[in-house]
């Protein structure tokens, strides 16, 4: 199991980013894609689940404003995050539901 995630960058607040992250060593299509974040000093948390039919469910901090997306035909998941605020600087990682495994992250900073 193996990730690559990128499109982070230093935004200003109320800016926008799309991350992006590449899966491979699992049957993609089948799997419950997740979003996480770990902001400095603080535990990693939950963000958003793209599911395999891509349904989508989100922390309470980012409704409105992140949408999760997926290409089952590029293995790839999506976070387009609109409206950034400071407190969404972190480091984010996707992961399969139920994985141990995290890829290398891609930080976000929202700062002016």
């Known amino acids: 199991v193996h990730f690559v995630e990128s499109g982070g960058g230093l935004v200003q607040p109320g800016g926008s980013l799309r991350l992006s992250c590449a899966g491979s060593?699992?049957?993609?299509?089948?799997?419950?894609m997740t979003w996480h974040r770990q902001a400095p000093g603080k535990a990693r948390e939950w963000v958003a689940t793209v599911a395999p039919g891509g349904a989508t469910f989100y922390v309470d901090s980012v409704k409105g404003r992140f949408t999760g997306s997926r290409d089952n035909a590029k293995n790839e998941v999506y976070l387009q995050m609109n409206s950034l605020k400071p407190e969404d600087t972190a480091v984010y990682y996707c992961?399969?539901?139920?994985?141990?495994?995290w890829g290398q992250g891609t930080q976000v900073t929202v700062s002016s």
């Open positions: 992961q399969v539901f139920g994985s141990t495994t």
């Open positions: 060593g699992f049957s993609f299509s089948d799997a419950i």
